[in-house]
């Protein structure tokens, strides 16, 4: 009965929307403690271990619903913070409902009048009705002008950016932006880097207009790279792996 309505709360944007005039900062310690008790050391996520813990997740999901960023009132790290949080707390949950899947591109499978999973309006915050999409290009990338929260956002794939093992907060949200990329620019199973040749991400090249706005692509990754990059560097794209980033995979 639990997890029915877990689901029916989420699976569909509410009928009666909540008001988020005025609202204040939440804590994400609740989804900190998720994170460090369910994300491995190689960033991957016991969906299993967290199903059981639904009650939590759902706790966690019901304070961000009620607490919508104000731009008026809310600084710009707590509200960065805020999004990136809700962006991974949201996805996870959107697994769960569908758990076990191989990848997250199944969970589209039978769910009528959307194009990806990632057009599914499932979140309600405040009241809005999002779907992830909604979050990355229509929030983030639009209002944040910040090419880090491409390695801080998770969208349940091998080849995703980990997931942190703790959630992002206002306070230390630029160090944990730079571990981030740091992590995914220097992981070998996500980008293959050597002086006269890298072999990337293809979120460098979905998203390279974030990442060139001051300069080309081999300068930003510079920026977080043990290796020197020549100027005239070669580059190509790897594949992009979509199975699921369980711990069992």
């Known amino acids: 009965m639990y997890k029915m309505f ?53 706790r966690y999901l019901s304070l961000l619903a009620s607490a919508h960023p104000d731009a008026d009132t809310w600084s710009h790290p707590e509200q960065l913070a805020y999004w990136i949080n809700a962006y991974n707390a949201f996805t996870v ?8 899947v191989k990848s997250i591109k199944d969970v589209k499978r039978g769910i009528p009048f959307v194009n990806s999973v990632w057009d599914i309006k499932f979140i309600q915050i405040g009241t809005k009705c999002y779907d992830l999409n909604n979050i990355e290009h229509g929030i983030l990338r639009k209002y944040f002008d910040e090419p880090r929260i491409h390695f801080a956002i998770n969208c349940a ?7 942190s093992s703790e959630a992002y907060t206002a306070d230390h949200i630029e160090e944990q932006l730079d571990r981030a990329a740091y992590r995914f620019v220097n ?18 090249k979905w998203f390279k207009g974030d990442f ?38």
């Not at 949950?93 to 076990?100: A, E, N, R, S």
């Not at 992981?187 to 460098?204: E, G, M, V, W």
């Open 6 to 58: 877990f689901l029916f709360l989420f699976t569909s944007c509410a009928i009666k929307p909540l008001k988020h005039t005025g609202t204040k900062p939440v804590s994400h310690a609740e989804w900190s403690a998720l994170l460090a008790r369910h994300v491995d050391a190689q960033g991957r996520m016991d969906y299993a271990a967290m199903r059981k813990d639904s009650a939590r997740l759902l």
């Open 212 to 249: 060139t706005k001051s300069g080309d692509l081999r300068s930003f990754i510079q920026q977080f790279s043990e290796i020197k990059i020549n100027r005239n560097a070669k580059i190509d794209y790897l594949d992009y792996d979509w199975r699921l980033n369980d711990v069992k995979k």
């Open 187 to 204: 992981d070998p199973q996500r980008n293959i880097l050597k002086n006269d040749h890298i072999s990337i991400s293809k979120i460098f």
């Open 157 to 163: 794939s091998v080849s995703c950016p980990v997931l």
């Open 93 to 100: 949950k959107l697994i769960l409902d569908h758990y076990p």
